[in-house]
């Protein structure tokens, strides 16, 4: 079974909590052990399995636009799931349709609490904003998956007038986080934000932001907080003029 959480993000233009995230403990030997678990099938969880299985065959979900790398189901070892939580978001920039999302990934051994937040839970990765003149109930595609757990994927498709726009990004145990955006690569240690926008040409630009949500909580007290902050994150985009120059930017999609 898939896991989407939708939950709202903290604000946070630092870079000292980011550079604490990926400090990571993952060794050489975490590596290899990754690799042989995954290869002996007697570490493999039949039962989850078989709900990925029955879920691909599902009438609606086979009928419905796929993201990126098509979820073939394959079993994988027993583990603890679902620290992983995707938000949809929108930008109001000049009348256009500016659809994106939000991954972000629970703290664990390998990505480190920051200190100041005792309630911190979630980490944000990744965040897009596609512009698109295709909007419609099968026309964008968004996935999180913690198959590879404690490597993280988020994957999404949005469609446009020029071609989808289609993403892949991963976050590593070993401290690696970076997305690939129309076969274009993004280190996002260098900005977990990227804005895309699709020109009338057939040709398409980005934008790589350092402004990003930084924690989020869990569970229903957490929401107000998490609510307030992520509204807080698209306003200051909405409100940036670099932001603005570039949605606006001559030959964009209408």
Not at 25 to 51: G, I, K
Not at 84 to 108: C, F, P, Q, W
Not at 139 to 153: E, F, Q
């Amino acid at each position: 079974m898939k896991s989407f959480l939708l939950l709202a993000l903290t604000v946070c233009s630092c870079t000292r909590v980011l550079a604490q995230m990926l400090d990571s403990v993952w060794t050489q030997a975490d590596a290899a052990d990754y690799v042989t678990r995954h290869n002996d099938s007697t570490t493999w969880d039949m039962e989850l399995f078989a709900e990925d299985l029955a879920h691909e065959s599902d009438t609606v979900w086979a009928r419905s636009l796929k993201p990126a790398l098509s979820p073939l189901p394959t079993p994988v070892p027993g583990y603890d799931w679902g620290y992983v939580s995707m938000r949809i978001t929108e930008l109001d920039i000049a009348d256009k349709t500016i659809l994106g999302a939000t991954y972000a990934y629970a703290y664990d051994q390998y990505r480190h609490k920051p200190t100041e937040d005792s309630l911190a839970y979630y980490g944000t990765f990744f965040n897009i904003f596609v512009l698109t003149d295709t909007v419609g109930d099968n026309t964008r595609a968004l996935m999180v998956n913690s198959r590879n757990a404690p490597h993280y994927l988020g994957t999404g498709k949005q469609l446009t007038s020029i071609g989808p726009v289609e993403f892949a990004q991963l976050s590593l145990a070993s401290g690696e986080n970076f997305a690939i955006v129309s076969q274009q690569y993004f280190d996002l240690r260098q900005g977990r934000t990227v804005l895309v926008a699709p020109l009338r040409d057939g040709s398409v630009r980005f934008l790589q932001l350092t402004d990003s949500p930084e924690s989020m909580r869990s569970g229903a007290a957490g929401e107000e907080y998490n609510n307030a902050v992520i509204q807080a994150f698209q306003q200051q985009l909405e409100m940036d003029p670099r932001v603005i120059a570039f949605f606006t930017q001559a030959g964009t999609l209408e």
